[in-house]
């Protein structure tokens, strides 16, 4: 088997296969990084939301709480089908890699928001005490006190999450997006064998993750312990 | 009226009414010390003067002007009149003692940032802290953390300046270097209400002692005559109590 492995590598690491390769990388990465990022910015936010005293937000509220609930319960794969379809009823002309692009988000910021909401809570509610009767607004309480120490209650599930969701992507390939898995299959059934097509698959996977994983760590380092 | 004068004040805690109809009235440059058994509604008078127990009953007119508690704009204006050290001094982690008694001149009131800065350090200065400016709280003992949230309180330039137990925290070795910083306030003139169990030191500082018990206010007067002759069996018996040992 290892012999004939040798013998495939040739005609595997072609031009074109690389820039095959490269182009579901590339895919694979912009859903990852654009739901990481997309995702985080918007969880944040609902986070933020949810923090909102009074009665004119608690529809506002609810409405989070739903979604957050929701999209955190129901399988990535549920989700991309549901949208797909959506997609297909409303007759929206979008191609299968925005639809995927659409769900990583919808599905990111849900998850993220519930990790932000940990964090802020997290901090010590005399904390928000101290900050309340200095008149402090919420962006300020937020921006100078609470957020800078939330980050090490943030940072470590947060990135465990993006690292994870690397993973989950794979499953865009179900609705025809050509990413790395996709990517994957197709050398499979081209004749290639399956060691040989999903082990580049897998350190591809690795090498996108990796980077990922020591980011987050450089990350904790950073923000964690700004204050010393 | 007078400066501060709170009347008939109800505040509850859900269901759990905390403070039954306080009545209280304090001049400019007073210094009224609240003592009673815990659970007596002392913290939470504090509180709801600031709003974070908010009265849902009574009154509370600063310079004979009514604060709204459930209005924001005049919850906001009391706010700037008021100053609370908290038992736990409940400082900014994340900043230097420096920063904590800044942040909230600079970045709340708006006032010039070298100015506040130097102010700042006169202020950790006087309370014995001027060589801890760029520590962090948790380098900080609990009576250095206790000083650092006075002159936080005081950069704030409060009328009335509210402390909640601010030794009850402390290690006994570590009460009078805060309580030293208190009596210097007091004889600056500062308006203070002060929760206190330190009993020697209400008696020494405040110009008028509050016996409170179950929410209400049971004795006023001088301290001399509310600790040492107190005339309801209820405070007598708490005097006892507190001052045997």
Known sequence: MIEGLWEEIPRFFTYYNWVFLLEATGRTLVLTGIGCLVGFAFGFYLAVARLYRGRVFLPLKVIIIFYVEIFRRVPFLVTLMLIFFFCQGVQLDVSVFTVALITVCLIAAAYTAEIVRAGFESVQHTQWEATEVMNFTLVQKLHLVVIPQAWKVILPPAFSFFIAFIKDTALASQIGVVELTYVGKVFNNKGFSAVLAFGTILILYYLISYPLARFGAWMEKKLAVSKH | ?245
């Open chain 2, 1 to 245: 009226m007078p400066y501060l004068n709170i009347e008939n004040l109800h505040a509850a805690y859900g269901d759990n009414l905390v403070l039954r109809g306080i009545d209280i009235a304090v001049e400019k440059g007073e210094i009224v010390s609240l003592i009673g058994p815990s659970g007596s509604g002392k913290s939470t008078l504090l509180r709801a003067l600031v709003g974070l127990t908010k009265p849902h009953l009574g009154a509370v007119h600063l310079e004979g002007r009514l604060i709204d508690y459930s209005n924001k704009r005049s919850l906001r204006e009391a706010r700037d009149h008021f100053a609370i050290v908290f038992q736990q001094y409940n400082l900014f982690q994340n900043m230097t003692a420096l920063k904590n008694v800044t942040i909230a001149p600079v970045k709340v009131k708006k006032r010039n940032s070298g100015e506040v800065g130097q102010e700042a350090k006169t202020l950790l200065a006087k309370v014995g802290l001027g060589d801890k400016l760029h520590s962090y709280p948790d380098e900080l003992s609990g009576g250095q953390q206790q000083r650092v949230a006075i002159a936080r309180a005081l950069a704030f330039r409060p009328n009335i300046l509210l402390l909640d137990e601010v030794t009850s925290a402390l290690d006994p070795e570590l009460v009078k270097e805060v309580l030293d910083t208190v009596r210097m306030l007091a004889k600056e003139g500062m308006t203070m209400l002060i929760v206190s169990h330190e009993m020697a030191f209400v008696r020494e500082v405040s110009s008028k002692t509050v016996f409170m018990d179950e929410g209400k206010v049971v004795e006023i007067g001088a301290p001399s005559q509310v600790i040492d002759q107190p005339k309801t069996p209820r405070a007598q018996e708490f005097m006892a109590k507190i001052l045997r040992h």
